[in-house]
Structures are given as structure tokens and as C-alpha cells.
């Protein structure tokens, strides 16, 4: 099972919808996405936070961001929510600003590796009014449709980024080199289940062993171990949650020496066992 979501950024530069979706498993993918709340509530688990998003709230997901949606238990309400699609590199950002966009709204640290939220009364008036034209000229398809499109989407950044200068979020995130590890990601996510050597990933990358170690942390937040042990463990969570196979399957499926090493890693990330996961939160 893989979790690398994919977008053809020539044939699909965007996509935007609304939907009451309240379950969505783990993923991650090239492109941004921004999430604005028209009704009721949901919950948003990105790495290894949560944020719950109410009525007029606006999130922003990284590129390469790992996340899924989750139903807030405590909401009355019916959900609705607007979801926009895009890609940052193949936005036409006027060179003057790449690096602050790419600064905002592509590079992240381990201290800034959670979803942007945007919350405020002031605010979510006009960030509604723009997410419906984007949705409107998007299904209406009107005369320059996707230049009003790709106007509405800068809009959106542009209130993001202005939010992030007042509350002093605004600085320079980009890591060692500006690697692009992309491909990397893809291949740890195929290959999770096979035995996979960090010297390798980084002779991928024409870097030596610590170069690419020290660069993959500081792009990432975490070691590529760590990375690597993420992954398998959020790939064995949904396998625990959504299918009846055994824990030695599960183990077996998702990179892990054995049963007994994968419950132990398991309770240590989860403070449960996977046994109690399957019993409290299976859906």
C-alpha cells in the first residue's frame, strides 16, 4: 500500500471541490492543498500533531506534507468543506517573489513542520467570498477561467502570508543546499516493506552518507531512520484499522524484522499496543 498521492500538474493544474468527507487515510503529495471550513468541524492529523478546523477556519498543507482527515466526534453540525488543489512550482510566481513564496509556503523545519492555520473573525468573510469565486469560475469555466483561478489562489496566499508577518512566522525556511528529495520520498514510500539502507538513498542522490543525512533532517525535521520508521508505522496503523490480518502479517507487509520488535516500536509511538489500536479505534 502506498500513501504517495499523485496529481498530473499538465493535464490537472488544479483541482477544487466542496465535500463532506470526514475520513481520509494517511497520505502525501507534490502539490499544495488548502482546506476552508464552511460547516461544522473536522479534525486534521499532519506528522505528529492534530488541529481540529471550525466554521471559517483556512488550513494550508505543505507540499510533501503527510496528512489525513478525521471526523471531529464533538461536531453537531453537517460538514462542509472547500478543498483547492495546486501546484506552487508551476504557479507562474513573478521571480521577484519565489523565494518568499517558496519561504512561506514550500520549505518547512522541524519547528514549523505542521499545517498553517489561519483563524480570525476579521478574515474568514473575505477568504469565503474568494474560495467560492475559485470554485465558481473553476465549474463554470467561463472566458479565462484559469487565470482567475490561479488570481483567486493568490489571494489566498497572499492573506496567509500577511497573517504569518503579524504573527512573526515569516522567516527563512530553506534547508542545507535546498535539496530536493522528492524522488527519495516516493521511493521510501514504495520500497517501505523491503529492507532499505540510508547509504543507498544517499548514493541516489550523488551525496555522501552524511551530507544527505544532515540535509534530509534539516528539510524533513527528522532523520531519515526516523523517516523511514514513520512511515512503516502509519502504513501498519491503517492496515490495523482497516483489514483482519494478523500482527505477523502486518509486521511482515511493513518492513519489520518481526512481530515482537513491531509491537514494541508500535507501543513506544502510540503508547498503546497494536492489539488495544485495533480494539479502541477501529472504525
Known amino acids: 500500500m502506498e500513501i504517495f498521492e499523485y496529481i498530473d500538474e499538465m493535464k490537472q493544474p488544479y483541482d477544487i471541490f466542496y465535500t463532506d468527507c ?117 465549474t463554470e469555466k467561463r472566458e479565462m477561467y484559469m487565470l482567475a483561478v490561479q488570481s483567486g489562489i493568490y489571494k489566498l496566499l497572499i492573506i496567509m502570508a500577511r497573517q504569518m508577518k503579524t504573527n512573526g512566522d515569516f522567516k527563512h525556511k530553506r534547508s542545507d543546499g535546498d535539496v530536493y528529495f522528492n524522488h527519495i520520498l516516493e521511493y521510501i514510500d514504495a520500497h517501505s516493506s523491503e529492507q532499505i539502507e540510508v547509504q543507498d538513498l544517499a548514493e541516489m542522490c550523488s551525496m555522501s552518507y552524511s551530507h544527505f543525512a544532515r540535509s534530509f533532517k534539516a528539510r524533513y525535521g527528522r532523520s531519515c531512520k526516523e523517516y523511514i520508521l514513520y512511515i512503516r508505522l502509519n502504513k501498519a496503523q491503517n492496515m490495523l484499522l482497516y483489514s483482519d490480518y494478523s500482527m505477523e502479517y502486518i509486521a511482515q507487509e511493513n518492513g519489520f524484522s518481526d512481530s515482537s520488535y513491531f509491537i514494541r516500536v508500535y507501543k513506544k509511538w502510540r503508547g498503546i499496543t497494536p492489539k488495544q489500536e485495533r480494539m479502541q479505534n477501529r472504525l
Open 22 to 138: 470526514v475520513h481520509s487515510e494517511l497520505h502525501w503529495h507534490y502539490y499544495s492543498e488548502m482546506l476552508y471550513i464552511v460547516s461544522g468541524s473536522i479534525r486534521v492529523i499532519c506528522n505528529d500533531g492534530e488541529t481540529v478546523l471550525r466554521k471559517g477556519d483556512m488550513c494550508y498543507l505543505y507540499p510533501l506534507q503527510l496528512h489525513s482527515i478525521k471526523a471531529d466526534k464533538t461536531c453537531k453540525e453537517p460538514v462542509k468543506y472547500a478543498v483547492i488543489k495546486f501546484n506552487m512550482y508551476t504557479l507562474g510566481i513573478p521571480q521577484t517573489y519565489i523565494r518568499k513564496m517558496y519561504d512561506c509556503f514550500v520549505y518547512r523545519t522541524e519547528t514549523t513542520d505542521f499545517c498553517m492555520v489561519i483563524r480570525s473573525e476579521k478574515l474568514k468573510e473575505s477568504m469565503a467570498d474568494i474560495v467560492q469565486d475559485i470554485f465558481e469560475e473553476y
